[in-house]
T-cell receptor, first 112, second 117 residues
Framework: DAKTTQPTSMDCAEGRAANLPCNHS???????VYWYRQIHSQGPQYIIH???NNETNEMASLIITEDRKSSTLILPHATLRDTAVYYC?????????????FGTGTRLKVLA | GAVVSQHPSRVICKSGTSVKIECRSL??????MFWYRQFPKKSLMLMAT?????????EQGVEKDKFLINHASLTLSTLTVTSAHPEDSSFYIC?????????????FGAGTRLSVL
């Protein structure tokens, strides 16, 4: 079962920041949080990941709470091309292999 | 970023035939690749973990004789859907695990849409 909970859908105005929340209250100390997005009928695209520190790259910022039970993905200036399903994933170690178990994701719609 | 190529992107076949899907890591070597399945408007479901040079590990409920996985090289994994039936119609996606300067990341292929008539 997925270890993450996300809102089903969100809207964001073009040019504004999109803040996508994720709850992962059962996360273990050495489990990373990954964010991907999937545009219709394509494979998921890697965005960012982190363990406990906030992270930033050219696509987004990831804010992880101090207790690590939740995180927020921030797209600083959303564009229409950012419309997609965003998945927050806690990477699990099972049977000696790190695996992604996808949750339901958040369907972000960027409005013109 | 790392590139994963998946082929074919779309396949239509008759019931009872077998279909092979290829997943290639183009600019890195991947000892571990993964196969997922996705139904319309649903999330990705992990089917199996493919390890180079060894047998694949299947998730609970996935028939290993129906979905044959081969990972014969560090850049290629294949998924063969044997004796396909209409209920096997779905979007199949592979990923390859890479360790690079950004960390330990799975990179995904573009997916294969299988339609069984």
């Amino acid at each position: 079962d997925a270890k993450t909970t996300q809102p089903t859908s969100m809207d964001c105005a073009e040019g504004r920041a999109a803040n996508l929340p994720c709850n992962h209250s059962t996360i273990s100390g050495n489990e990373y949080v990954y964010w991907y997005r999937q545009i219709h009928s394509q494979g998921p695209q890697y965005i960012i990941h982190g363990l406990k520190n906030n992270e930033t790259n050219e696509m987004a910022s990831l804010i992880i709470t101090e207790d690590r039970k939740s995180s927020t993905l921030i797209l600083p200036h959303a564009t229409l091309r950012d419309t997609a399903v965003y998945y927050c994933i806690v990477r699990l170690l099972t049977s000696g292999t790190y695996k992604y178990i996808f949750g339901t994701g958040t369907r972000l719609k960027v409005l013109a | 970023g790392a590139v994963v190529s998946q082929h074919p992107s779309r396949v239509i076949c008759k019931s009872g035939t077998s279909v092979k899907i290829e997943c290639r890591s183009l600019d890195f070597q991947a000892t571990t690749m993964f196969w997922y399945r996705q139904f319309p408007k649903k999330s990705l479901m992990l089917m199996a973990t493919s390890n180079e040079g060894s047998k694949a590990t299947y998730e609970q409920g996935v028939e290993k004789d129906k979905f044959l996985i081969n990972h014969a090289s560090l850049t290629l994994s294949t998924l063969t859907v044997t004796s396909a039936h209409p209920e096997d119609s779905s979007f199949y996606i592979c990923s390859a695990r890479d360790f690079n300067s950004y960390g330990d990341i799975q990179y995904f292929g573009a997916g294969t849409r299988l339609s069984v008539l």
